[in-house]
């Protein structure tokens, strides 16, 4: 029997403004709100709002066996509160059936593992917070950024109490053997691993609409068979992608909703097929062995590392000069600094910086508002210059911000 574990990642950016040398000691206000507003309008609009009305009405019309899971950045969550307050009443009441899990994460869905382990952990807990507060429910299953993983990763958080941990499937680790498994992660006593299917994920969320790829068109009927071939094979498939999936990386007019609708029904009328939440997984299968992911991995790009983040000089030396503040920042107990750096570390702004060549169709490049990484780099340097000497003057350091020479 294939349990399927469809789990959505929701999250969007807090944006920069342009910022230019000539701000620096001057201009306070880092972030974009028109440009940030405008951007989650169009994603509630276009995906948000009219799949959660779908997912809903999937739960009420199977009397609750069909079942979806969410992770949710703070930073996303953060947006709603201030703009579209709708859209987190519209997640409420599909975590109100019982048919839904959220997933736990970095509130500010950064690389804080890589640089620092105690903010990681600081922000594991922010997000911990924010979720119980918001939807009432206490997260079991950690997934970190853009799934990246290893197992020193799995160790942490099986020490923060988390009962599984969600990674790629990825190839060369995996061997002969398959995703459609719970693992255990080396040196871990009790945490489950679930693993991504990328092949079948990637079906729905890269390759729907692609008319070139020799599965199209993708109907519910085909995709529920492929699914179904697992028996035997395997005992979960997990179906990891982005939220934006459905209406937006996939536009409605591709058929995506439709899929939606019924995709759901024809992988239960297997009765050997059902769906379950992530930590309904780890609970129903024991693990089939033990997975050695020494390196970090990630769900990007056919590379599955971190090449997309940290992979040249430029985000080298942003992330760099970003985490040297971290000490400052914390002791400085100024809550309005420790936010506008926590917001400086959201993945996307060292996205932004990425020169390499993409194999994923550009969905993380989604509403970049930048024309090339180098304005991106540069944008988000001067940013910090100036939150030096914010930090400075904080600390009293400095008694008044210098004049620049430009």
């Keep these: 029997m294939p349990s399927v574990c469809l789990y959505l990642h929701t999250h969007q950016p807090w944006r920069l403004r342009k910022y230019s040398v000539f701000d620096i000691g001057k201009e306070k206000h880092y972030f974009d709100d028109e440009q940030n507003l405008k951007y989650l309008n169009r994603i509630v609009r276009k995906s948000y709002i009219p799949t959660n009305e779908i997912l809903l009405n999937l739960i009420k019309e199977t009397n609750g066996r069909f079942k979806v899971s969410f992770s949710i950045t703070g930073v996303v969550l953060e947006q709603f509160e201030k703009y579209a307050p709708e859209v987190i009443e519209s997640f409420q009441r599909l975590v109100d059936t019982g048919s839904v899990e959220i997933v736990s994460e970095t509130y500010y869905h950064s690389l804080a593992y890589l640089f620092s382990e105690e903010e990681f952990k600081r922000q594991i807990e922010l997000h911990y917070k924010k979720v119980k507060g918001i939807f009432g429910c206490k997260p079991k299953v950690f997934r970190n950024t853009e799934l990246m993983y290893n197992n020193n990763i799995a160790k942490i958080v099986e020490s923060m109490g988390y009962e599984a941990i969600m990674a790629e499937g990825v190839d060369r680790i995996l061997d002969w053997r398959s995703p459609n498994f719970v693992y255990r992660p080396k040196g871990a006593k009790r945490i489950k691993l679930l693993l991504k299917n990328y092949r079948l994920s990637d079906d729905i969320a890269f390759r729907f609409s692609n008319r070139d790829w020799s599965g199209w068109p993708l109907s519910a009927e ?46 239960l009328d297997n009765p050997d097929n059902n769906f379950m939440t992530p930590s309904e997984v780890a609970r129903a299968y024991e693990s089939r062995g033990e997975l050695d992911y020494e390196r ?76 090339n990484p180098y304005d991106a780099f540069i944008n988000f340097m001067n940013i910090i210059k100036d939150l030096k000497l914010r930090l400075n003057l904080s600390a009293g350091k400095l008694e008044s911000v210098p004049e620049l020479n430009v």
Excluded at 229 to 243: Q, S
Aim: with cysteine.
């Design 222 to 267: 085909k995709f529920a068979g492929w699914v179904s071939e697992v028996n035997g094979n395997g005992e979960c498939v997990n179906l990891f992608m982005d939220y934006e999936t459905f209406g937006e990386h996939q536009w409605q007019e591709t058929g995506i909703f439709e899929f939606l609708k019924i995709m759901p029904w024809r992988i």
């Design 296 to 371: 970090i991995t990630s769900w990007a790009d056919t590379e599955r590392d971190l090449s997309a983040w940290t992979g040249n000089k430029m985000q080298q030396a942003a992330i760099h000069e970003l985490y040297s503040l971290e000490k400052a920042v914390i002791a400085s107990c100024n809550q309005e600094l420790i936010s506008i750096w926590r917001k400086l570390q959201i993945s996307d702004h060292f996205y932004y910086m990425c020169t390499k060549w993409f194999s994923d169709g550009d969905v993380h490049k989604y509403f970049n508002p930048y024309e």
